[in-house]
């Protein structure tokens, strides 16, 4: 289980057959660069980033289209996540996901 498995980490083959994600990955919305994008309006980019950080963590576990693992979503705001991101989300990607 980490906070940040979204990089650095290559768990390829038996190394990892399964993670944790506790909550979703949302940009910090006090960083400056976020505030500002968010003040603007940006809220499609913000969905956006937080989905390539998801799909980052997803992939440290399964690292090839050989490799497999499971990786469980505790929080609840997954579900509600995953529908505000439905119409970008590779087909691919919604294949994997069992509720």
Excluded at 46 to 53: K, V
Excluded at 62 to 90: A, E, G, M, W
Aim: hydrophobic residues 35%; positive net charge; proline residues 7%.
């Amino acid at each position: 289980i980490s906070p940040s498995i979204r990089e650095g980490i290559d768990a390829h083959g038996s190394r990892s057959r399964w993670q944790v994600l506790v909550r979703p990955p949302y940009p910090a919305i006090t960083d400056p660069y976020v505030r500002s994008r968010l003040l603007q309006g940006h809220w499609v980019w913000y969905n956006w980033r937080t989905l390539i950080d998801v799909m980052q963590m997803c992939g440290r576990s399964t690292r090839s289209k050989d490799d497999s693992s499971v990786v469980y979503l505790l929080d609840t705001r997954f579900h509600k996540f995953f529908q505000k991101v439905n119409h970008i989300l590779p087909e691919w990607f919604k294949a994997g996901i069992v509720p």
